[in-house]
């Protein structure tokens, strides 16, 4: 699949201009979504996980995805994984219990580090399958997949003004930064205490636009006659346009039945056997194997 | 019947000292264009507010008076029913948006009062081309240039094909390019559509030829009504108050005090030149 040389911007990234995932109906992508997010909270097996991130790349890859726009990732990935591993290293827990590891100077505790370590690759997996969905899904598709499910028009509709509020605080958050930089500010000039102190100020602002926004979005809704049960004013049912643009095809109920097919053998494999435990991983045999442990 | 009908109108925001209207009567008739004209915080919005309902349904204050449409009183039409009577386009076009894409923007209001499928497909492909954002549907509306936001304002509300639109201050945030645009897109509702046009604006220069009649609003009081031509011939009187009539009226006004043209102010460019045509002529007799 060549790389998309054009990419269409979303409230959360981009997209690809082509990708064979249009071709699936919203509520495939969504039930995708899903599996790549519920299926690794079934699993403790790191390899296994790392094989999810491993087709979750081949998914990115396969749908025109440009490797280069997941870098921005790259600061979340090190900020989270150094998050659990200081928390397993701080505060392990009853030491007596643990299993003490020299490294590098350091004495760690095994079983959070190993903690760390399995939660972290399963939380990667999950993340990687969320950053997939929004990589190849626009906010429409986000939305019309909500609805063919069925959902309550006020709450998908409230899940779309969410995204959109996300959109609209982080434009509100630039336009408030760009201000002050435009009066001098040289955020490099200041200290870490200091960076603190002008965040901490900068949610004055951003509160009092919010509610102004909220106002104004409240004032719109009534000037388009929306009512808080989303029923039409005929007191019939509610059209739903874009809903009915897209058709649920053969092949999305094949793909979705597969997807979720093999969700319920992951949860069932996961509750009677355990294939996905941390005792059947060989690559934590191994860790262990040459810290000398066990 | 009129169209719209405020009587005795008063309005005090909440937490306001003062009212922001104050025993406003005003009565716009169907297929009317009128434009609101004052200075700032003369009232201009609040007035447009109350004619759509947002006073007192949306915000809160204290309201004396009737407000009418269509002979209801709005505060007992249902929103639904009321966003098809009267559409409403605000001065922002951001702060209306709700939606994630221009198409879902414009299918939003056509759902809410309840048309089916196939009437919201011909209601936003006319809406969108009347408008001309027939390529940005697929677009979220926050990440189009200013002029296009406004347009798909329109384009959202006019889809729902209202008896009155109300348009505040459409061009305020735009170029001279997008100002064009919508000027265009007015003039074609007015006149293919006959819907009831009341527009908010400072630009009158744009909006003058169009409309039937002006509203002038000042402290929160309608100071004066009448077609555009005998509004603008107190020429001080509008000036004192921040508000400029068209250039090319203004010019003709001042040679009409000092006596030198008897003919009738022209609002635009067209009719100036028609003006300055009648004034040789004379001259060259």
């Not at chain 2, 169209?3 to 169907?30: C, F, K, M, Q």
């Not at chain 2, 966003?83 to 948006?97: L, T």
Request: proline share 6%.
């Amino acid at each position: 699949m060549p790389r998309s040389e054009f990419a269409k911007k979303t409230l959360l990234g981009v997209v690809p201009a082509d990708s064979p995932f249009y071709a699936f109906h919203p509520v495939t992508r969504l039930t995708l979504l899903l599996v790549l997010s519920v299926a690794p909270m079934f699993i403790d097996r790191p390899e296994i996980n790392l094989a999810i991130i491993a087709t979750t790349f081949g998914l990115f890859w396969w749908g025109g995805v440009r490797m280069s726009d997941l870098k921005k990732y790259r600061l979340l990935l090190v900020t989270v994984a150094l998050f659990m591993f200081i928390v397993a290293y701080l505060a392990p827990g009853e030491k007596a219990q643990l299993t003490p590891v020299s490294l590098a100077g350091l004495t760690l505790y095994w079983e959070p580090m190993r903690w760390a370590f399995v939660s972290y690759v399963r939380l990667m997996a999950m993340l990687f399958g969320a950053i997939l969905y929004f990589s190849t899904n626009r906010e429409r598709d986000v939305l019309v997949g909500l609805r063919t499910l069925h959902l309550p028009f006020p709450v998908s509709y409230v899940a779309g003004l969410s995204l959109r509020s996300a959109g609209m605080f982080m434009e509100d958050f630039a336009t408030i930064r760009e201000a002050e930089q435009a009066r001098a500010l040289d955020l490099d000039a200041l200290s870490l205490r200091e960076k603190v102190k002008l965040y901490t100020m900068y949610t004055v602002p951003l509160f009092a636009v919010a509610l102004r926004r909220a106002d104004e979005i409240s004032a719109a809704l009534y000037a388009r006659g929306y009512t808080l049960s989303g029923q039409p004013g005929t007191g019939g049912k509610r059209t739903d346009y874009l809903r009915d643009k897209f058709v649920v095809r053969a092949r999305d109920w094949a793909v979705s039945l597969g997807l979720l097919g093999t969700l319920v053998v992951i949860a069932i494999v996961s509750r009677t056997t355990s294939v996905f435990s941390v005792q059947s991983s060989p690559l934590i045999a191994f860790v262990e194997q040459l810290l000398g442990i066990g | 019947m009129n169209a719209i009908e405020l009587n005795g109108v008063t309005w005090r925001y909440e937490h306001a000292e003062e009212p922001a209207l104050v025993d406003v009567n005003l009565a716009i008739s169907e297929g009317e264009f009128v434009l609101v004209i004052g200075p700032n915080e003369a009232g201009k919005t609040t007035l447009v507010s109350a004619i759509k309902g947002l006073i007192p349904n949306a915000i809160t204050g204290v309201l004396k008076g009737d407000v009418l449409v269509f002979g209801d009183r709005v505060e007992s039409i249902k929103p639904p029913v009321l966003a098809k009577q009267i559409g409403f386009v605000f001065a922002d076009p951001e702060s209306q948006f709700t939606a994630l894409t221009v198409e879902e923007e414009i299918v939003f209001g056509l759902e809410n009062v309840g048309w089916p499928r196939e009437t919201i497909g011909e209601r936003v492909e006319w809406a969108a081309r009347i408008t001309g954002v027939e390529d940005l549907l697929d677009k979220p509306p926050y990440d189009i240039s200013g002029g296009q936001k406004q347009r798909v304002a329109i384009a959202s509300v006019i889809a729902m094909q209202p008896r009155i639109l109300i348009l505040d201050e459409p061009t305020a945030m735009i170029d001279p390019l997008g100002k064009d645009l919508v000027v265009r897109i007015c003039a074609e509702l007015k006149n293919d559509h006959d819907m009831t046009i009341v527009v908010v604006e400072h630009n009158i220069e744009a909006f003058a030829p169009l409309a039937d009649k002006v509203v002038m609003v000042n402290e929160g009081r309608v100071e004066r009504i009448a077609p555009p031509r005998e509004i603008f011939r107190d020429l001080d009187h509008l000036l004192a108050r921040d508000v400029h009539p068209p250039q090319v009226t203004q010019v003709f006004g001042r040679l009409r005090e000092r006596g030198l043209y008897h003919g009738e102010l022209p609002l635009s460019d067209e009719e100036g030149f028609a003006g300055w045509r009648t004034l040789l002529d004379g001259a060259a007799r």
